[in-house]
Nanobody, 114 residues
């Protein structure tokens, strides 16, 4: 399984970005797909996760601002990020668990300027 993330960039406080992550390879059904982030000097943490049925879970710090969604036909997960804050600055990674193994994307940098 390969995960290809895209959509990061530089944005001002209050702005929006949309991240995408497409899974490819010899896969059939992917259950959970999610986004994590790692700020400089900090641990990687969960941002949002979505299961095959569309049930979502968010970190408290992004609730009401970020929305995770997925396209099961394209095996793609999205993260719509609105009202961005400087503390959202991090490298964002997509992740999936497939046949009991973790797979990570390469990371995409999101920088929010104040």
């Amino acid at each position: 399984v390969q995960l290809q993330a895209s959509g990061g960039g530089l944005v001002q406080t209050g702005g929006s970005l949309r991240l995408s992550c497409a899974a490819s390879g010899d896969i059939d059904i992917i259950k959970d797909m999610g986004w994590y982030r790692q700020a400089p000097g900090k641990e990687r943490r969960l941002v949002a996760v979505i299961d095959l049925g569309g049930t979502t879970r968010y970190a408290e710090s992004v609730k009401g601002r970020f929305t995770i969604s997925r396209d099961n036909v394209r095996n793609t997960v999205y993260l719509q990020m609105n009202d961005l804050k400087p503390e959202d600055t991090a490298v964002y990674y997509c992740k999936t668990v497939y046949k009991y193994r973790d797979y990570w994307g390469q990371g995409t940098l999101v920088t929010v300027s104040s």
